[in-house]
């Protein structure tokens, strides 16, 4: 154990001291990251718009249907203004908010008559998200008001005009409402919203959400790779052999590597997650348990890739042969292209890989869904996985790799 | 301290021990001199447990490097040939690690990090990453770091090449030193001089056999109190020889048309002698060594060759 600290402490020191390395590794992906960021601006799972209505009916049913925007779910997502019609396309043209809804005078009446009823509905073209909440949602109320015509329509018939509605008929209203809201819950939700936008092309596309944590595996690949490569440094600079003639072997030299790789991968997740969060809205359900994720998985990766070093015949293989796993498993696994822009074959293929696969737990983890035996079972998996490598390393250091 | 016993190493087909077998105690220095290849490194890596014997056995400090490695492991320092450190990390930073790899922590480490420091010369550099430091220095903190931990067992791999004359007898001091505190160190080297004024036995290794091994007086007289003349120049092999027999009190160790080595008893007197017959019988002598009996010399009768080719 005392081996292992001072090991960790050296490795760790020697990274302090010559940074460089380990700077280019998580650099290379903070820079796509950057780029994206810059290209794609700030994606949120809960999209935020301002809605302006323009209420020119000014009746019980204009003012129950401007006040449902501001309701529910939708409540979280929209912050509604009312303005006049003029004011509204003025601020419209200006881009100041996401969708203006008209209603037009004589909207009650008709409604009342069961005649159709029109609004009018102006978007922003520079969004998509919440001009598409919006819409639907007015749509899915006109629907339930229709639906209110027909159950109540006699009812509505005798409504004598102007004055207040009967507590029958606001039960039935909020009976309308209640559908309406359950009707638009689905627009919401985001992980629909989720898999919806993430599946076309020209639907709206959460970049954060879909880049970001391929973004943090790339980094977690490439350091991963370029700290095994380390053991070759080590064997040409005689201070491997050195450390295999002392009491810890070269146990306490592997050990203290490992868990300065995992310190390492623990405070780029943690970088990561925060950094995502406050720069790119990323969403993170669990933080803590998606860091520990990183930190663990990362462990698990460095290994299999020591696993490659320590069977690589010459240094010169060692290296080539990292830099070719790192780039097709980045490739194949999500890094570059997230799965669902990939052909379906790649995803299937890339969903299988070390790396991919530890993305795809990742996140879950933020998205926050997935049942906890599931995310156990993915710990003690590569808990598995990493002692298998571990074991193997070991021998292979000490039979073969050092003669 | 160390016991060698009939140990057999090989690389492949090639053979790089043979039948070693040698012993070193407690407050002992043993020299291990050989040329280049002799297989000295290749002793002390079984010796450290690097490298598994082929036959044989190695204990150290009494436990089985094979069966009982980490407590043979335990008790051992060593300095290997090549320069083993950190670049990146300070010479200080190099001693706490390879000191703590053997267990020294805290007050101690710090301690004892000064004074090998202080010992090696390098008190003032404590701080600067290695990479800026000379060969020799380098060479100096590889010893050090090596000597940190005080270990009871010490295996240096030719710890002064290239380090400065000044330095070197800083070094070969504190090497003694180690030695007087109960320390059994394990020499290994090619400069002659260094193993006759170092070691309190020596070890003579070539092709992976130890060929000689005793203090230097007992080598000195397996030379008998023989001169070593050494002739250059052009000869007839076969007729030098038969002429040099003739002679009493000559030994042909080497007979080739550039070069005649032999082992003379009372070679002042005889030399004129010599030098006469060979030149009449038509012989060309350009240069004459001859060299009082030495570690140099006995290499030379027992292997037919110089040690540094
Ligand atoms: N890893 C290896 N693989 C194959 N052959 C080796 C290996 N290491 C050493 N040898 C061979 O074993 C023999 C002994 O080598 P060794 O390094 O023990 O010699 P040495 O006495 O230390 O020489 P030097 O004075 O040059 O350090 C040499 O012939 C060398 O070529
Ligand atoms: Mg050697």
Same mark, same amino acid.
């Given at each position: 154990?005392?081996?292992?600290?001072?090991?960790?402490?050296?490795?760790?020191?020697?990274?302090?001291?010559?940074?460089?390395?380990?700077?280019?590794?998580?650099?290379?992906?903070?820079?796509?990251?950057?780029?994206?960021?810059?290209?794609?601006?700030?994606?949120?799972?809960?999209?935020?718009?301002?809605?302006?209505?323009?209420?020119?009916?000014? $009746?019980?049913?204009?003012? !129950?249907?401007?006040?449902?925007?501001?309701?529910?779910?939708?409540?979280?997502?929209?912050?509604?203004?009312?303005?006049?019609?003029?004011?509204?396309?003025? =601020? !419209?043209?200006?881009?100041?908010? %996401?969708?203006?809804?008209?209603?037009?005078?004589?909207?009650?009446?008709?409604?009342?008559?069961?005649?159709?009823?029109?609004?009018?509905?102006?978007?922003?073209?520079?969004? $998509?998200?919440?001009?598409?909440?919006?819409?639907?949602?007015?749509?899915?109320?006109?629907?339930?008001? &229709?639906?209110?015509?027909?159950?109540?329509?006699?009812?509505?018939?005798?409504?004598? =005009?102007?004055?207040? +509605?009967?507590?029958?008929?606001?039960?039935?209203?909020?009976?309308?409402?209640?559908?309406?809201?359950?009707?638009?819950?689905?627009?919401?939700?985001? +992980?629909?919203?989720?898999?919806?936008?993430?599946?076309?092309?020209?639907?709206?596309?959460?970049?954060?959400?879909?880049?970001?944590?391929?973004?943090?595996?790339?980094?977690?690949?490439?350091?991963?790779?370029? *700290?095994?490569?380390?053991?070759?440094?080590?064997?040409? !600079?005689?201070?491997?052999?050195?450390?295999?003639?002392? +009491?810890?072997?070269?146990?306490?030299?592997?050990?203290?590597?490992?868990?300065?790789?995992? @310190?390492?991968?623990? %405070?780029? &997740?943690?970088?990561?997650?925060?950094?995502?969060?406050?720069?790119?809205?990323?969403?993170?359900?669990?933080?803590?348990?998606?860091?520990?994720?990183?930190?663990?998985?990362?462990?698990?990766?460095?290994?299999?890739?020591?696993?490659?070093?320590?069977?690589?015949? $010459?240094?010169?293989?060692? @290296?080539?042969?990292?830099?070719?796993?790192?780039?097709?498993?980045?490739?194949?696994?999500?890094?570059?292209?997230?799965?669902?822009? *990939? +052909?379906?074959? *790649?995803?299937?293929?890339? !969903?299988?890989?070390?790396?991919?696969?530890?993305?795809?737990?990742?996140?879950?983890?933020?998205?926050?869904?997935?049942?906890?035996?599931?995310?156990?079972?993915?710990?003690?998996?590569?808990?598995?996985?990493?002692?298998?490598?571990?074991?193997?390393?070991?021998?292979?250091?000490?039979?073969?790799?050092?003669? | 301290?160390?016991?060698?016993?009939?140990?057999?190493?090989?690389?492949?087909?090639?053979?790089?021990?043979?039948?070693?077998?040698?012993?070193? /105690?407690?407050?002992?220095?043993?020299?291990?001199?050989?040329?280049?290849?002799?297989?000295?490194?290749?002793?002390?890596?079984?010796?450290?447990?690097?490298?598994?014997?082929?036959?044989?056995?190695?204990?150290?400090?009494?436990?089985?490097?094979?069966?009982?490695?980490?407590?043979?492991?335990?008790?051992?320092?060593?300095?290997?040939?090549?320069?083993?450190?950190?670049?990146?990390?300070?010479?200080?930073?190099?001693?706490?690690?390879?000191?703590?790899?053997?267990?020294?922590?805290?007050?101690?480490?710090?301690?004892?990090?000064?004074?090998?420091?202080?010992?090696?010369?390098?008190?003032?550099?404590?701080?600067?990453?290695?990479?800026?430091?000379?060969?020799?220095?380098?060479?100096?903190?590889?010893?050090?770091?090596?000597?940190?931990?005080?270990?009871?067992?010490?295996?240096?791999?030719?710890?002064?090449?290239?380090?400065?004359?000044?330095? /070197?007898?800083?070094?070969?001091?504190?090497?003694?030193?180690?030695?007087?505190?109960?320390?059994?160190?394990?020499?290994?080297?090619?400069?002659?001089?260094?193993?006759?004024?170092?070691?309190?036995?020596?070890?003579?290794?070539?092709?992976?056999?130890?060929?000689?091994?005793?203090?230097?007086?007992?080598?000195?007289?397996?030379?008998?109190?023989?001169?070593?003349?050494?002739?250059?120049?052009?000869?007839?092999?076969?007729?030098?020889?038969?002429?040099?027999?003739?002679?009493?009190?000559?030994?042909?160790?080497?007979?080739?048309?550039?070069?005649?080595?032999?082992?003379?008893?009372?070679?002042?007197?005889?030399?004129?002698?010599?030098?006469?017959?060979?030149?009449?019988?038509?012989?060309?002598?350009?240069?004459?060594?001859?060299?009082?009996?030495?570690?140099?010399?006995?290499?030379?009768?027992?292997?037919?060759?110089?040690?540094?080719?």
């Amino acid at each position: 154990m005392g081996a292992l600290l001072v090991s960790l402490r050296k490795e760790l020191r020697r990274y302090r001291r010559d940074p460089l390395g380990l700077a280019a590794w998580i650099g290379i992906p903070v820079v796509l990251a950057v780029l994206l960021f810059l290209l794609f601006g700030r994606g949120s799972p809960t999209p935020h718009g301002r809605v302006l209505v323009a209420d020119q009916d000014d $009746s019980f049913f204009s003012r !129950m249907l401007a006040g449902a925007y501001s309701q529910g779910p939708m409540a979280e997502m929209l912050a509604v203004e009312a303005v006049t019609a003029e004011e509204g396309r003025r =601020r !419209m043209d200006r881009g100041e908010a %996401a969708a203006l809804v008209i209603i037009p005078e004589g909207f009650g009446k008709s409604f009342l008559d069961r005649a159709p009823a029109r609004v009018e509905i102006v978007t922003n073209p520079a969004q $998509s998200i919440v001009p598409r909440i919006v819409v639907e949602a007015t749509a899915a109320m006109l629907d339930a008001a &229709g639906y209110f015509q027909e159950a109540f329509g006699e009812d509505l018939e005798s409504l004598p =005009r102007g004055e207040a +509605p009967s507590d029958a008929q606001v039960a039935a209203m909020a009976v309308a409402v209640n559908h309406t809201v359950r009707q638009a819950a689905k627009y919401f939700d985001p +992980p629909l919203i989720d898999v919806e936008t993430s599946a076309g092309e020209d639907e709206s596309t959460d970049w954060g959400a879909l880049f970001f944590p391929g973004l943090l595996y790339m980094a977690v690949l490439l350091a991963a790779g370029g *700290m095994s490569y380390d053991i070759w440094r080590e064997k040409q !600079m005689g201070t491997l052999p050195r450390a295999a003639s002392s +009491p810890g072997s070269v146990t306490a030299l592997l050990g203290g590597k490992l868990a300065a790789a995992v @310190a390492v991968f623990l %405070a780029l &997740g943690a970088a990561g997650v925060v950094g995502g969060a406050a720069l790119l809205g990323l969403d993170a359900r669990r933080p803590v348990l998606a860091v520990v994720w990183i930190g663990f998985s990362g462990g698990a990766l460095y290994l299999l890739s020591m696993l490659l070093q320590v069977h690589a015949s $010459s240094y010169r293989s060692a @290296a080539i042969g990292n830099n070719l796993a790192v780039m097709l498993l980045a490739l194949v696994g999500g890094s570059f292209f997230p799965f669902e822009l *990939m +052909p379906a074959w *790649m995803a299937g293929i890339g !969903m299988w890989t070390p790396n991919g696969w530890a993305l795809l737990e990742l996140r879950r983890l933020l998205s926050g869904g997935g049942d906890p035996m599931a995310a156990l079972r993915a710990f003690a998996l590569v808990l598995g996985v990493g002692l298998v490598c571990w074991w193997i390393c070991v021998r292979r250091l000490r039979r073969a790799f050092l003669r | 301290m160390i016991q060698v016993e009939r140990l057999r190493k090989l690389y492949g087909a090639l053979v790089a021990v043979e039948n070693a077998s040698f012993e070193v /105690r407690a407050g002992e220095i043993f020299g291990l001199l050989g040329p280049n290849g002799a297989g000295k490194t290749t002793t002390i890596g079984c010796i450290s447990g690097l490298l598994r014997p082929d036959a044989g056995s190695v204990r150290v400090n009494g436990h089985d490097v094979g069966a009982d490695g980490f407590e043979a492991r335990r008790s051992l320092g060593i300095v290997p040939q090549e320069i083993a450190l950190y670049e990146e990390l300070s010479a200080v930073e190099n001693l706490e690690y390879w000191g703590g790899l053997y267990g020294l922590r805290g007050r101690e480490l710090k301690e004892r990090s000064r004074e090998v420091l202080e010992l090696t010369g390098l008190a003032e550099r404590a701080t600067e990453p290695v990479k800026g430091f000379s060969g020799g220095m380098k060479r100096r903190l590889n010893l050090a770091c090596g000597l940190v931990h005080e270990p009871r067992v010490l295996l240096l791999d030719e710890p002064t090449v290239g380090v400065d004359p000044q330095s /070197r007898v800083r070094l070969l001091e504190v090497i003694r030193e180690q030695a007087r505190a109960g320390a059994c160190v394990l020499y290994t080297t090619h400069y002659m001089e260094e193993a006759e004024t170092l070691c309190d036995r020596i070890g003579v290794m070539d092709h992976g056999r130890i060929i000689a091994q005793g203090t230097l007086a007992e080598l000195r007289a397996m030379l008998g109190e023989r001169d070593m003349l050494r002739l250059t120049g052009r000869f007839a092999p076969a007729a030098a020889r038969r002429l040099l027999a003739e002679n009493g009190g000559v030994e042909v160790v080497q007979a080739e048309e550039s070069v005649l080595l032999c082992a003379v008893s009372d070679a002042p007197r005889r030399l004129p002698g010599l030098l006469s017959a060979l030149a009449e019988s038509g012989m060309e002598i350009r240069d004459v060594t001859l060299t009082q009996p030495s570690l140099e010399s006995l290499f030379i009768k027992l292997t037919g060759k110089e040690l540094r080719e």
